[in-house]
Every structure is written in structure tokens, then in C-alpha cells.
């Protein structure tokens, strides 16, 4: 699996419609070309890479920088393919706000439409939702998903365009997943990421790291354990998390915290130790689902209804805190990009990749049935 990460300026207000309606014809052009050079998969491909989406966006002339290219894109697309999705073989579900969420319906009616067989719909479906769990929950960097789109071909190639918000900081995060190689869902599914906002100070709880690797699997094992152990060690917290001077490491046997200050660090400046964990009926009736249904990995604790980001935060505190097994705080932003940097971090721009997106644009531009005109505009915001 592939996934690209982009972070823009969070921008308020809407497309004009004359610019819009301009997107749905340049990109019904566009797409048909692609489909017609590449195939159906190939278009899904390319639109899982974040530099690629990122110079559509410009090529039908939305602005490059600004947050609505993600949801605007989609949404042109959705509509410049309208009633030739069968003949094309891609279909586009899901997209803003309440759009999202009728992501799921949308991809079981074409598969109903087109004869899917019913597991293949259903994984699909899967896909989709924990696509939306993993960047909402195990990738905790403050953006909240409000934007999901679920991309697919006839032959089974997936994409998924989400994007996410930080009101705070005023910027917006793009996630980008594609299905060519799925070998986990859930542990670093990410293979280029670009970011323009990263955390650097370790304030990101990165759960599909390599890096929480132990942690995952302790919280698996506490889950199967069963619902007294857990509250047990969460009892604990709650009963010393007024500490806000002191890091804590727990020492178990005696129901009492052995409280360890770590060299230059603080209490409160900890993602995961900084959580309050007062009473939550709400926590205990998920942790007493989870313990319920056993599940066998981190995967399924993931996937059962219910369970978002607090929860994941309480198995990753007493993994860390009671059993040492402490997860990763690293922006997954933070160490790679789609093309790498022109400073080499983490490596030098992968020149001939970044030289071929531009190229075939340009090609793809050449090909369409545009005016003249139109065709030369498109080339000239492609260049700049």
C-alpha cells in the first residue's frame, strides 16, 4: 500500500460556479485520455500520488496551495465522469462533510450495479472505513478527517483522497492510499509523504509506526486478558495523573505508582501521558466491548465499532507507562516524501520520477479535445 500526505492553507468559502463547471470539462477530457493511454488501473494509480493529484488540481486551475483543491478535485471528477463509469471502469464515492459518510452505500450500489461479487463489495468497504480509522485514530497529528473520497476500477485497484483539518494551526493535511501491494493495513501504509507542517517535536501519536510495534502488541494482549486488567491499570493513572510535574512509569505489584522523572522533560509536553483520564462510561463500555470480542490483532481492536482515538490513547498510556512498551511520536510527515527535498532530507528529488509526472500531464493535456486556447492555459499553470 501507498499513501502521500500533503499539508495546504485551510481556506473557507466556494468554488465559483463558472470556475467549477470549467474543472468538470477539463477533467472530463483529461480523465478519458488517461483511462484511454493507461487503463482504468492505471488512473487509480496515479491518482494515490500526491504530487500527481496535486499538479491535476493546478492543471484544471485551482489554486496549488489551498485546501479546497483536495475537496473541489474530487468533487469535479465525481461529476466530469457522471454516467460513464461503466464505460470508463472508475468510479468515485464518497466526498465532503455528510458526503463521507455515504461513502460505504455508494460503493455496495455500484457494486450491486455492476455485478461485483458480494465479498469483493464488502472489502471494499473495509477498505474504505479503516482507511478513515488509521488516519483518524492510529495517525493522531491533530487534523481531523473531514473530507473522504474512495476511488476504484472494475478489475479491483483502489484509491482513497481524505483530507483532514487543523483549526488551530489554519492548515489542512491530505492522506493519499492506494491498494498495489497491500501487505498491512495498519503498520506504516504509507510509502511517500509531503508535508509542509510537520511535527517536530514529538507531539504526534504515530500507532502504524514500525516503532509501536511492542506497543501494539501489548494492548492485543491486554484486551484478551480481559476488561478487569485494563480499568486495574487505568485506575492507576487516573489516581495519579494530577502528577503534572513528573513523567511516570508504573510499577505493578503494589497498586502504587513509582514515579520516574525523565531528563528534561515534562509531564504535560507528552502526547499520550498528558491525557486526562478522568471517569468515561463511554471509555469503559468500549474497553468492555473489546474485551468481549477478544480480538486476535491490532487490526480488529481497530475495526470493532466503537473504538476511535481516546481509546487508542488509553491502551497506548498503560502500554508505555505500565509495561514499558512505549509507541512512536514521530509525524510519519517527518521523514519522507513523495520526491525527496532539495536540501537532501531524507533524500535529494528524485529528478527523473518528478521530470516524468510533468511529462505525461503535458502529454495527457496534448491529447484532450480542447481548443487551442484552453489547451495552452492548461500547459502554462502546469509550468508555473
Given at each position: 500500500m501507498q499513501r502521500g500526505v500533503a499539508t495546504f492553507t485551510l481556506d473557507w468559502g466556494k468554488c465559483p460556479p463558472w470556475l467549477f463547471q470549467r474543472m468538470v470539462k477539463l477533467g472530463r477530457e483529461m480523465v478519458q485520455v488517461l483511462v484511454a493511454e493507461y487503463g482504468p488501473d492505471e488512473f487509480i494509480k496515479r491518482i494515490a500520488?500526491?504530487?500527481w493529484f496535486q499538479s491535476l488540481g493546478t492543471v484544471l486551475a485551482f489554486d496549488w496551495n489551498a485546501s479546497g483543491l483536495t475537496t473541489i478535485l474530487t468533487a469535479a471528477l465525481k461529476e466530469a465522469i457522471r454516467f460513464q463509469e461503466r464505460d470508463l471502469g472508475i468510479f468515485i464515492c464518497g466526498g465532503k462533510g455528510k458526503t463521507s459518510r455515504k461513502t460505504p452505500d455508494q460503493i455496495l450500489e455500484w457494486g450491486e450495479r455492476i455485478n461485483l461479487p458480494e465479498e469483493q463489495a464488502n472489502k471494499l468497504v473495509y477498505n474504505s472505513r479503516m482507511s478513515a480509522k488509521v488516519d483518524s485514530a492510529l495517525v493522531q497529528d491533530g487534523f481531523q478527517i473531514?473530507?473522504?473520497?474512495?476511488?476504484?476500477?472494475?478489475?479491483g485497484a483502489w484509491a482513497v483522497v481524505q483530507q483532514g483539518m487543523n483549526t488551530e494551526s489554519q492548515m489542512a493535511r491530505r492522506y493519499h492510499w492506494f491498494s498495489e501491494n497491500i501487505n498491512d493495513l495498519i503498520v506504516?501504509?504509507?510509502?511517500g509523504i509531503m508535508s509542509d507542517l510537520i511535527d517536530?517535536?514529538?507531539?504526534t501519536l504515530n500507532m502504524t509506526s514500525r516503532k509501536s510495534g511492542q506497543s501494539r502488541q501489548v494492548a492485543v494482549g491486554l484486551v484478551q486478558e480481559g476488561y478487569r486488567t485494563i480499568m486495574h491499570d487505568i485506575e492507576l493513572l487516573r489516581k495519579h495523573s494530577s502528577d503534572l510535574s513528573t513523567m511516570v512509569s508504573l510499577k505493578k505489584g503494589q497498586d502504587k505508582l513509582t514515579l520516574l522523572r525523565l531528563a528534561n522533560t515534562e509531564f504535560h509536553a507528552h502526547p499520550v501521558l498528558g491525557e486526562d483520564f478522568s471517569k468515561s462510561k463511554y471509555l469503559e463500555k468500549i474497553i468492555w466491548k473489546l474485551c468481549e470480542a477478544r480480538p486476535?490483532?491490532?487490526e480488529k481492536i481497530l475495526a470493532l465499532e466503537g473504538v476511535g482515538p481516546k481509546t487508542i490513547r488509553a491502551l497506548?498510556?498503560?502500554s508505555e507507562v505500565v509495561y514499558g512498551a512505549n509507541p512512536s511520536y514521530e509525524d510519519p510527515a517527518r521523514y519522507s516524501f513523495a520526491h525527496g527535498g532539495k536540501d537532501g532530507t531524507p533524500y535529494f528529488v528524485d529528478q527523473p520520477?518528478?521530470?516524468?509526472?510533468?511529462e505525461v500531464m503535458r502529454e495527457v493535456v496534448r491529447k484532450t479535445r480542447l481548443s487551442a486556447y484552453e489547451k495552452d492555459r492548461a500547459l502554462k499553470r502546469l509550468e508555473n
Amino acid at each position: 500500500m501507498q499513501r502521500g500526505v500533503a499539508t495546504f492553507t485551510l481556506d473557507w468559502g466556494k468554488c465559483p460556479p463558472w470556475l467549477f463547471q470549467r474543472m468538470v470539462k477539463l477533467g472530463r477530457e483529461m480523465v478519458q485520455v488517461l483511462v484511454a493511454e493507461y487503463g482504468p488501473d492505471e488512473f487509480i494509480k496515479r491518482i494515490a500520488d500526491p504530487v500527481w493529484f496535486q499538479s491535476l488540481g493546478t492543471v484544471l486551475a485551482f489554486d496549488w496551495n489551498a485546501s479546497g483543491l483536495t475537496t473541489i478535485l474530487t468533487a469535479a471528477l465525481k461529476e466530469a465522469i457522471r454516467f460513464q463509469e461503466r464505460d470508463l471502469g472508475i468510479f468515485i464515492c464518497g466526498g465532503k462533510g455528510k458526503t463521507s459518510r455515504k461513502t460505504p452505500d455508494q460503493i455496495l450500489e455500484w457494486g450491486e450495479r455492476i455485478n461485483l461479487p458480494e465479498e469483493q463489495a464488502n472489502k471494499l468497504v473495509y477498505n474504505s472505513r479503516m482507511s478513515a480509522k488509521v488516519d483518524s485514530a492510529l495517525v493522531q497529528d491533530g487534523f481531523q478527517i473531514y473530507h473522504h473520497t474512495f476511488f476504484f476500477s472494475k478489475n479491483g485497484a483502489w484509491a482513497v483522497v481524505q483530507q483532514g483539518m487543523n483549526t488551530e494551526s489554519q492548515m489542512a493535511r491530505r492522506y493519499h492510499w492506494f491498494s498495489e501491494n497491500i501487505n498491512d493495513l495498519i503498520v506504516e501504509p504509507h510509502s511517500g509523504i509531503m508535508s509542509d507542517l510537520i511535527d517536530r517535536n514529538n507531539q504526534t501519536l504515530n500507532m502504524t509506526s514500525r516503532k509501536s510495534g511492542q506497543s501494539r502488541q501489548v494492548a492485543v494482549g491486554l484486551v484478551q486478558e480481559g476488561y478487569r486488567t485494563i480499568m486495574h491499570d487505568i485506575e492507576l493513572l487516573r489516581k495519579h495523573s494530577s502528577d503534572l510535574s513528573t513523567m511516570v512509569s508504573l510499577k505493578k505489584g503494589q497498586d502504587k505508582l513509582t514515579l520516574l522523572r525523565l531528563a528534561n522533560t515534562e509531564f504535560h509536553a507528552h502526547p499520550v501521558l498528558g491525557e486526562d483520564f478522568s471517569k468515561s462510561k463511554y471509555l469503559e463500555k468500549i474497553i468492555w466491548k473489546l474485551c468481549e470480542a477478544r480480538p486476535e490483532n491490532y487490526e480488529k481492536i481497530l475495526a470493532l465499532e466503537g473504538v476511535g482515538p481516546k481509546t487508542i490513547r488509553a491502551l497506548a498510556l498503560v502500554s508505555e507507562v505500565v509495561y514499558g512498551a512505549n509507541p512512536s511520536y514521530e509525524d510519519p510527515a517527518r521523514y519522507s516524501f513523495a520526491h525527496g527535498g532539495k536540501d537532501g532530507t531524507p533524500y535529494f528529488v528524485d529528478q527523473p520520477t518528478y521530470d516524468k509526472t510533468i511529462e505525461v500531464m503535458r502529454e495527457v493535456v496534448r491529447k484532450t479535445r480542447l481548443s487551442a486556447y484552453e489547451k495552452d492555459r492548461a500547459l502554462k499553470r502546469l509550468e508555473n
